[in-house]
C-alpha cells in the first residue's frame, strides 16, 4: 500500500501516535489536535557502519523500497534493505475489542520492530552482504521530552508538557477553529517498558545474528489527570476506575501482551473476513482509526460518559454526524449509541425559542453537547432543529428494534414525543414537509441543499421519523397518535405527488428564496432558489437505519431505484458524487475557517456511503465505488495526516469518525434485516459468491462470528 499517514489512538482514553511519512515525522495524540506535538522515531536497521531508517524522522538515509498495511488494530510500516535482503518492520498495535470497555481503553501503545531475510533478491539486485550481525533499533526523540532511564525496571520515563484546549466563556456559538481557546497546560508522565530488546545511551536496539528471530517489543503507557469537563465538573477517564497510576498501567501492558497480539488477530480477522475487496477492507481500518482519534470516554458519579469530536471541528457527539455513523453503533457497537440517547436529551431546547407559540411545549435537539475539552453545551453557530430532532428520533427507533432494549424509549418517552411535536409545528402548510427551521448539517452545499424550504431530504426525514416515533409511541401506550398518522400520510403523498420530477425526487419544493435567511451571514434572501429541482444523493439519507430493521416507510420503490441510480451517475466524480446537479454560479457565502467555503462540486465521502447502504437493500450494487472513496483518503493522507477525509472538492472535514457508515456495508450487501423485537430476521444478499461477516453475531474475545455465504 502507498505510504500514508495514520494514527492508533485507544479507545476513550485520548491516547495515540499518529505518523506521517510524507513529513517524516511523528504525533503524540493527547487532548490536543493531531500535529499539535510532533516527534521523532527513527527506526531501522544498522548493518556494515549504515544505518538505514524508515521515514518517520528527517534527514536519514532511507530505505530502498518502503510499504504500509493497516488493520483495525494495527498499523505497520516497513522498509527492504536490497543490498542485505533485508526487510524491516515497525507495527503499532493498541487493545481494541468492541463491547469490552475495560480493555479497550486501557492507555497503551505497542511498538514492534522486526526484520526478517527475504527469500529472494529485491527485484534485480545483487545481495551484496551476506550472514553477517547486525542491529536493529528505535529511539524517541523530540525535544519536547524529557527522559529518564530505569536499568532495574527496564522502563523509560518520559516527561512533558502538553496543552488542553477550551472554549471561551461565552454564550454565542463557536466554531474552534475560528476561536481562540482557553489552553491549560499540564505536566505528564509517561512510561516506555521493554518487553523484548535492550536500551543502550538513548535508545533502544537488539543484535540479530543470521536467521535470529529476536525483536524489539515495547509498551509505551499513559495515565491522565481528569480532563474532560462534562457538567460543570471535569471527569477521571473510564480506565483509572481499574487502574490507579501509571505503575499499574505499564504492568498491565506488560502481562497482557500476549493477549492484545492475539487480540488483534481475532478482531482484525472478523472485521476484514469478507471478499468484497481491498480498498473496503483498508476503508474498515482507516475509517475506525479516525473515529478512535475522536473518543471520549469518562466515568460520571452514577454513570460512564461517551462521546465522539467531530473531527477537525472537535464537536462533541454531533448529532447528525452520530446518525450517519449509526450502521456501525447498531451492526458493532450498539451500548456506545445506547449511552448517547442517553445524553442528548439533558441539552434539548424549548421550540417557542424558534417558532414562537407554534413551538410552546415542544423540543429541539442541539447540532452537539460540547467542543474540544468541554461537553457543557451546544457551541455550533446556527440550530439544525428539524434534522436533528428527525435524527435523534430514528437512532432510538433503530436501537430499540435491532437491540430489544426499551429502556431508552421509556425513560425519554416525553422528550421523543416533543421532538415529534416540535417538527409537526415546522409544517405551516399542512402538506407534511416542514417550511421552518429547515436549516441542515450540508454546512458547504447551495442554499436549495442547505436549508431550501421543504426540502426532500428533510421531508422525507421527518416523515421516516414520525412513522418511527408512532411506532414507539404505540408501543409505550400512548393512544392518541391521530395528528402524527395525519402528518405521516400527508408528507407521503406530497413527496410522492410534487417531489418526483420525471426521473427524480427533487431537492426542494420551493422554487424560490423568499422569506430564506441565511443562517451563517443573518442575511434575508429572495428571487430564485437555484437547484430547487436538481438531482441529488439524499432522498433517501433518512431511511438507511430504518432499512437495517426491516421498516419500510412506503415510499414508491421503483422510484427510490430510478432516483438513485441517476442521482449517482449524473453526480459522479473522481472520488464520489456531489451533492447535486446544480452547479452555483457564485459561492453561498465567504469563507469561514471552520467551516471552509461552498463549492461548486463539493461532496462528502459518508453521505455516500448512506446512500450505497440503501442502495443495496433495493438490490442495487454501488460497492465499486468503495474505489472511488479510497483512492480519495489515499490521495490526501500520502501528503500530509489527515485520517478520514470527509469532503472532496472543497471544505475541510478532515479527522472525522462518520466514515464508520461504511461499516454498514457487510450487513447491507448480504441484504441482512434484523428486528429483535419482531422477531424478524432474513438475508438476501446482493453478489453471488460472498463471504460475509455479520458483526452483530460476533464473539470478538473468542474471535468467532456468523458468515453468510452464497
Aim: proline share 3%; with cysteine.
Amino acid at each position: 500500500m502507498n505510504l500514508i499517514a495514520d494514527a492508533l489512538t485507544v479507545f476513550g482514553s485520548r491516547f495515540g501516535i499518529g505518523i506521517n511519512p510524507a513529513h517524516k515525522e511523528c504525533y503524540l495524540i493527547k487532548s490536543n489536535d493531531i500535529k499539535s506535538f510532533p516527534f521523532e522515531i527513527e527506526a531501522g536497521i544498522e548493518i556494515e557502519g549504515r544505518k538505514i531508517y524508515l521515514p518517520l524522522c528527517k534527514d536519514k538515509e532511507y530505505f530502498f523500497f518502503h510499504d504500509q498495511k493497516i488493520t483495525p488494530t494495527t498499523m505497520t510500516i516497513s522498509g527492504i534493505d536490497p543490498d542485505s535482503g533485508l526487510h524491516f518492520k515497525l507495527t503499532f498495535r493498541i487493545p481494541f475489542r468492541p463491547k469490552d470497555v475495560s480493555f479497550s481503553t486501557v492507555p497503551v501503545i505497542y511498538l514492534e520492530a522486526q526484520v526478517e531475510r527475504l527469500a529472494n533478491p529485491f527485484r534485480w539486485f545483487y545481495v551484496k552482504v551476506k550472514d553477517v550481525d547486525f542491529k536493529i533499533f528505535l529511539k524517541i526523540k523530540s525535544n519536547n521530552f524529557e527522559f529518564e532511564y530505569n536499568k532495574d525496571k527496564k522502563e523509560l520515563d518520559l516527561s512533558y508538557t502538553h496543552t488542553i484546549r477550551r472554549p471561551p466563556e461565552t454564550k454565542e456559538g463557536l466554531l474552534a477553529q475560528n476561536t481562540t481557546p482557553i489552553i491549560e497546560e499540564r505536566k505528564t508522565k509517561n512510561k516506555i517498558a521493554i518487553i523484548e530488546g535492550n536500551y543502550e545511551k538513548d535508545g533502544f536496539y537488539e543484535n540479530i545474528s543470521t536467521n535470529d528471530n529476536k525483536k524489539i517489543v515495547l509498551c509505551w503507557g499513559d495515565f491522565e489527570s481528569a480532563t474532560l469537563l462534562v457538567k460543570d465538573k471535569l471527569r477521571e477517564f473510564k480506565y483509572t476506575e481499574f487502574l490507579k497510576n501509571l505503575d499499574e498501567v505499564i504492568r498491565w501492558g506488560k502481562n497482557n501482551y500476549k493477549n492484545v497480539v492475539e487480540n488483534s488477530t481475532k478482531v482484525d480477522n472478523i472485521f476484514l473476513s469478507h471478499k468484497l475487496g481491498s480498498s473496503l477492507s483498508n476503508l474498515l481500518s482507516m475509517t475506525l482509526h479516525s473515529w478512535l482519534y475522536d473518543t471520549w470516554y469518562v466515568r460520571l458519579e452514577d454513570k460512564d460518559w461517551y462521546s465522539v469530536w467531530e473531527g477537525s471541528c472537535f464537536f462533541h457527539s454531533t448529532v447528525d454526524v452520530e446518525y450517519t455513523q449509526s450502521p456501525f453503533y447498531l451492526s458493532v457497537w450498539p451500548e456506545l449509541l445506547e449511552m448517547e440517547l442517553d445524553e442528548w436529551p439533558d441539552f434539548g431546547k424549548p421550540g417557542e425559542t424558534v417558532i414562537g407559540d407554534r413551538g410552546k411545549g415542544t423540543l429541539f435537539l442541539s447540532h452537539d453537547m460540547g467542543v474540544l475539552a468541554n461537553a457543557d453545551r451546544q457551541y455550533y453557530p446556527h440550530e439544525m432543529e428539524v434534522e436533528e430532532n428527525a435524527n435523534y428520533i430514528l437512532m432510538a427507533y433503530a436501537h430499540w428494534r435491532r437491540t430489544g432494549k426499551d429502556s431508552i424509549i421509556e425513560k425519554h418517552k416525553d422528550f421523543i414525543k416533543k421532538l415529534m411535536d416540535f417538527i409537526i409545528a415546522c409544517d405551516t402548510t399542512g402538506n407534511g414537509i416542514p417550511d421552518l427551521c429547515c436549516a441542515n448539517t450540508i454546512d458547504d452545499a447551495s442554499p436549495a441543499i442547505q436549508f431550501g424550504k421543504e426540502q426532500i431530504y428533510l421531508g422525507v426525514k421527518a416523515m421516516a421519523s414520525i412513522k418511527a416515533g408512532i411506532e414507539i409511541l404505540n408501543y409505550l401506550g400512548e393512544k392518541e397518535l391521530s395528528k402524527y398518522q395525519k402528518f405521516a400520510r400527508n408528507a407521503l403523498n406530497t413527496v410522492e405527488k410534487e417531489g418526483w420530477l420525471n426521473d427524480h425526487y427533487i431537492v426542494t419544493l420551493t422554487k424560490t428564496k423568499d422569506g430564506l435567511v441565511d443562517p451563517w451571514t443573518k442575511e434575508k434572501l429572495s428571487g430564485e432558489l437555484e437547484g430547487w429541482d436538481a438531482y441529488h444523493i439524499y432522498t433517501v439519507n433518512g431511511i438507511a437505519l430504518l432499512e437495517m430493521v426491516g421498516f419500510n416507510v412506503g415510499l414508491n420503490k421503483e422510484r427510490i431505484k430510478k432516483d438513485i441510480l441517476e442521482a449517482t451517475y449524473k453526480t459522479l466524480t473522481k472520488y464520489g458524487c456531489r451533492h447535486s446537479t446544480y452547479i452555483s454560479k457564485a459561492v453561498s457565502h465567504d469563507v469561514k475557517v471552520g467551516l471552509a467555503s461552498s463549492s461548486n462540486k463539493v461532496g462528502w465521502i459518508s453521505m455516500n456511503m448512506l446512500r450505497d447502504i440503501v442502495a443495496c437493500y433495493y438490490g442495487i450494487d454501488l460497492l465499486h465505488l468503495t474505489e472511488n472513496y479510497w483512492d480519495w483518503q489515499l490521495t490526501t493522507n500520502s501528503q500530509d495526516i489527515y485520517l478520514f477525509f470527509e469532503t472532496f472538492y472543497g471544505n475541510n472535514l478532515n479527522l472525522y469518525p462518520r466514515g464508520l457508515a461504511v461499516f454498514g456495508y457487510l450487513e447491507a450487501v448480504a441484504g441482512f434485516v434484523y428486528d429483535k423485537v419482531a422477531g424478524k430476521k432474513k438475508f438476501n444478499p446482493i453478489k453471488k459468491d460472498v463471504d460475509i461477516p455479520i458483526f452483530t453475531y460476533a464473539d470478538w474475545e473468542k474471535g468467532e462470528v456468523l458468515k453468510i455465504k452464497k
